[in-house]
């Protein structure tokens, strides 16, 4: 059954400490494990993660605390506007 990411919000994580593929897999793991997160993109040359979560199920905090425990410091956190209204009134 596809999931309904029309109300999802992107987080992209600064990342500190990653230097091959290998870090891009144990971050990215750690993330996709979390409750409410629908699909995660990591990329150690630019030294971020893409998060696309439900904001209902999961929380900054609880993804920034997923990449510690996976061994690997945050540097803050951008966090773009939807595109979409979450009440539909766009």
Not at 42 to 49: E, R, T
Not at 53 to 79: K, P
Request: glycine residues 6%; proline residues 6%; charged residues 20%.
């Amino acid at each position: 059954m596809p999931q309904d990411v029309g109300r999802d919000q992107l987080l992209i994580i600064r990342i500190a400490g990653m230097h091959c593929h290998k870090c891009e897999q144990r971050i990215q793991k750690s993330l996709t494990a979390q409750p409410g997160v629908h699909e995660v993109e990591v990329d150690f040359l630019s030294a971020q993660a893409s998060v696309l979560y439900d904001r209902n199920r999961a929380t900054v905090t609880q993804l920034l605390d997923a990449v510690a425990s996976a061994g690997y410091e945050t540097n803050g956190f951008t966090q773009p506007q939807p595109l979409v209204d979450p009440a539909g009134s766009n």
